[in-house]
């Protein structure tokens, strides 16, 4: 349980530092961003506080669906924000476009590392994951037809808004997917299932 709530704490960090490093990369950010960014330049409320804002309208929005929340859900929604902001004040604006490139690239593994960090905890998806999950079970779509669906309404109410769209958001979109299929499964934490216990036989490693 220590190993997989550090685990959890660690991931989510680092998903706000890796969306800070892609906002401050400047040529595009994730679909959600781009809301997020949207909101905020009409509120001024901050980056990280309409995260926050955001992840509890999802969280509204799964009591329809009959989703149930975990403790790793719960966390993501509070601490993802607030770990954006601080990522978001170390980082410098305005750089060359070639530091602003490699910031992106960072922040687009680094997401992915996190992602698996804090799925790889099994305390729960995070808000958007979970819609996405949710609608899929209760409607029988495809989960890619429900991913791109809530994307792309969330990429265009915040492009209107003012949110930053650009090649970083396709990029965003077309590699995040690839990059998460490895860190998953290379993060997860597996958990003993219960059952008799087994027979002690001498055993080789493969690895």
């Excluded at 604006?93 to 992602?115: I, Q, S």
Aim: charged share 10%.
């Amino acid at each position: 349980m220590t190993r997989r709530l550090t685990q959890l704490f660690i991931g989510l960090f680092l998903y706000g530092i890796g969306i800070a490093l892609i906002v401050r990369g400047a040529i595009g950010v994730a679909p959600w961003d781009v809301l997020t960014q949207g909101v905020d330049a009409h509120t001024h409320l901050g980056f990280g506080t309409i995260t926050i804002l955001i992840s509890a309208v999802v969280l509204v929005l799964w009591i329809p669906i009959r989703q149930k929340p975990g403790v790793g859900t719960l966390f993501n929604a509070v601490l993802v924000g607030p770990s954006a902001d601080v990522g978001l004040l170390l980082i410098p604006e305005g750089l060359d476009l070639w530091v602003r490139v490699l910031l992106f690239a960072a922040g687009l593994l680094l997401v992915a590392v996190a992602t698996g960090l804090y799925i790889g905890a099994h305390f729960g998806p995070g808000p958007r994951d979970g819609l996405m999950t949710g609608l899929h079970q209760r409607t029988g779509w495809r989960i890619w037809v429900v991913r791109t669906g809530i994307e792309v309404t969330v990429l265009g109410i915040g492009w209107v808004l003012g949110g930053d769209v650009g090649v970083g958001t396709v990029l965003f979109a077309v590699l995040i997917g690839p990059l998460c299929q490895v860190t998953i499964p290379l993060f997860a934490i597996k958990r003993p299932t219960p059952g008799p216990s087994p027979v002690v036989e001498p055993t080789v490693s493969v690895r």
